[in-house]
T-cell receptor, first 114, second 115 residues
């Protein structure tokens, strides 16, 4: 049973436009959410995170929105740049009794077209 | 420079052989993790360790073994019992604290191919 779902395997966006990546979760105990970016044959790198006490967190071109009632979060990238082409993973964390594990989505491949 | 190193970058193994993947971190992190990534899939947890000399199975531990004799090292052995070992293996570490969130830092990965 997938607790974190990224339903779009891939997304193609024109350079300079907004990229919106979506993530849904089923476990209401999740209280922290993270986005990671991954290039081929490399390890993922942390991008941005959000706590469940907030509904928005912004860092430069990246903004994450959290809708707890819908159990949905999204990552917005504005404006999209060629270097943003990568696979983006959504991950969620439950409180301490989860043994510090992150639960991962399957990823969305973002392709930025010139 | 603090970080996580994994070696080798590429590894080839004959069927029936055991192979050990190295993971070292100098971030002074207590927790370490091993993940496996297959094409088109997310990261699946193999084993994790919260402290030295202690580790727990993840979702797909069968055919794998680990040890945690030192804080900075968490080697993964892929045994001949692992039926489909060809994959990209990622090691990560984190510093659990009183906070509930858990940002993990990743190494560059090891691509294992069984011939």
């Amino acid at each position: 049973d997938q607790q974190v779902k990224q339903n779009s395997p891939s997304l193609s966006v024109q350079e300079g436009r907004i990229s919106i990546l979506n993530c849904d979760y089923t476990n209401s105990m999740f209280d922290y959410f993270l986005w990671y970016k991954k290039y081929p044959a490399e390890g993922p790198t942390f991008l941005i995170s959000i706590s469940s006490i907030k509904d928005k967190n912004e860092d430069g071109r990246f903004t994450v929105f959290l809708n707890k009632s819908a159990k949905h979060l999204s990552l917005h990238i504005v404006p999209s740049q060629p270097g943003d082409s990568a696979v983006y993973f959504c991950a969620a964390s439950a409180p301490l009794d989860s043994n510090y594990q992150l639960i991962w989505g399957a990823g969305t491949k973002l392709i930025i077209k010139p | 420079d603090g970080g996580i190193t994994q070696s080798p970058k590429y590894l080839f193994r004959k069927e029936g052989q055991n192979v050990t993947l190295s993971c070292e971190q100098n971030l002074n992190h207590d927790a370490m993790y091993w993940y496996r990534q297959d094409p088109g899939q997310g990261l699946r947890l193999i084993y994790y360790s919260q402290i030295v000399n202690d580790f727990q199975k993840g979702d797909i531990a069968e055919g794998y073994s680990v040890s945690r004799e030192k804080k900075e090292s968490f080697p993964l052995t892929v045994t001949s019992a692992q039926k489909n070992p060809t994959a990209f293996y990622l090691c990560a570490s984190s510093r659990p604290s009183g906070l509930s969130y858990n940002e993990q830092f990743f190494g560059p990965g090891t691509r294992l191919t069984v011939l």
